[in-house]
């Protein structure tokens, strides 16, 4: 895996573009600003837009430029001030970061980017790299979530959304400095009309780190999102994320300075498609595809002539990959139901190199991994109100903005059935083995 300078060189044409339109706008003057405001809403919670009152899950919503005011550059530090998050950081900035929710495991947390999965196989998931450059808002779901994102959900959801663009051509770009020879460089551009919208952006971080030698950490971020929406009631989107990081360790297993060249690479893909169609009032189908890759390196050599003792070198090889389709109907019942129903297909495959010398010898493994796996959901969210209270109720909102308790009544249930056909190593698939993680189990049921 070859360092990334040529995207550091794309990156800082693409920051120039972007100055230049921001000069060319400042000539044209200012549009007032749009007053209006909208009431929020919730996605992750259902999987369809809802607004935030009526959503029954726990449900925390981070705003993008609230965490861009704050000067937070990362998801895993915006995390940290969610109830029942808990974040830890393995050593200096790139170190292993995983989120625990509610007590559960790191792999119980599923973590998307506009709808793309991001975790392994397995559910294991670094933050490491996850930035909060050109980021919307951060949605988190607590509690179980099988029913709707399958067995990574066992103890919540965390989904990141990017900005969309709108109105004329516009840009912005950023660039600030701090200690440890920190320097951190953003910039995107987006505009959009009713029929397209678009938005790319990229960013840099890159620091020397806390330890005096061999600490140095870099991360370039390329995003890029365009919508399509043909009539109101037909729409299609394009989401892409391409990230690579690479990060210098000098410490060992227990936090000891001992080594001068130990590094890690890592480059990462995420890119989805997903196309709507209102077929009738009250009815819409969903369809989506996604792809998420990641290829690491583990570059270990011994520190020089003289290091011979025990393992003084190791190095690996690592590729991920996650493939789904996804289709869901919604549907709106009588009696203010709606039903949503769908099913899902992935594929992953995990592949591995890694080769260890040491005072006993050299070694060498390698093994390659492969999952299918099929999954049919049927979740309802059904809320049931007053009829002679309704129009009382928006009168109260608007005047008093207090609802009283007895005016709506919310439930949300749920059923869905998963399975995987094979699992294992190349050569040798076992069908329904008992796995956990994304790759799920024979014949399980999950409810919520």
Not at 365 to 389: I, M, Q, V, Y
Not at 417 to 426: A, I, K
Request: hydrophobic share 35%; glycine share 10%; charged share 25%.
């Amino acid at each position: 895996m070859e360092p990334t300078s040529v995207a550091d060189r794309w990156l800082g044409v693409v920051l120039v573009a972007i100055l230049i339109t921001l000069v060319a706008e400042g000539s044209q003057g200012q549009e007032p600003a749009d007053t209006a405001r909208l009431e929020p809403v919730v996605v992750t919670a259902n999987r369809m837009a809802t607004p935030a009152a009526e959503v029954t899950a726990a449900v925390s919503v981070l705003d993008g430029r609230d965490l861009e005011a704050r000067g937070i550059a990362t998801v895993a530090d915006a995390l940290r001030d969610v109830v029942a998050v808990n974040v830890v950081r393995n050593g200096s900035h790139g170190g292993l970061t995983s989120a625990f929710v509610r007590g559960g495991e790191g792999d119980y947390v599923k973590v998307l980017v506009d709808g793309v999965p991001i975790n392994e196989p397995g559910g294991t998931i670094d933050l490491a790299h996850l930035t909060t450059d050109n980021v919307e808002r951060i949605e988190i779901v607590r509690g179980p979530v099988s029913v709707l994102y399958g067995s990574d959900a066992v103890s919540g959801v965390i989904q990141i959304f990017t900005r969309r663009g709108s109105g004329a051509l516009h840009g912005d770009a950023s660039v600030r400095a701090g200690t440890y020879t920190s320097v951190d460089a953003n910039g995107g551009i987006a505009g959009g009309a009713d029929v397209v919208d678009y938005a790319v952006a990229a960013a840099r971080s890159q620091t020397d780190g806390i330890y005096e030698s061999n600490n140095e950490y870099s991360n370039t971020v390329w995003n890029g999102t365009i919508g399509v929406s043909v009539d109101g009631r037909s729409g299609a989107r394009v989401t892409a994320r391409y990230g690579a990081s690479e990060y210098h360790y000098p410490t060992d297993g227990v936090g000891a300075v001992v080594d001068d060249n130990a590094v890690q690479r890592r480059d990462e893909i995420a890119a989805g498609i997903e196309a709507r169609r209102e077929l009738s009032t009250g009815v819409e189908v969903r369809a989506a595809l996604a792809l998420s890759q990641a290829d690491s390196e583990i570059d270990d050599r011994p520190d020089g002539p003289a290091d011979t003792l025990g393992y003084y070198a190791y190095s690996s090889v690592r590729r991920t990959k996650r493939q789904s389709a996804d289709l869901r109907a919604h549907v709106q019942l009588p009696l203010m139901t709606l039903l949503s129903v769908g099913g899902s297909l992935e594929w992953q495959r995990e592949h591995a190199e890694e080769e260890t010398a040491s005072a006993y010898g050299p070694s060498a493994a390698s093994n390659d991994r492969r999952g299918l796996c099929r999954a049919s959901e049927r979740p309802a969210r059904t809320t049931f109100r007053h009829p002679r209270r309704a129009s009382r109720r928006q009168q109260r909102v608007r005047h008093v903005r207090v609802l009283p308790w007895r005016c709506q009544l919310r439930v949300t249930h749920g059923y869905a059935r998963s399975g995987d056909r094979r699992y294992g190593v190349q050569g040798a698939h076992f069908p329904r083995t008992l796995c956990r993680g994304a790759v799920r189990t024979g014949e399980s049921r999950t409810s919520a």
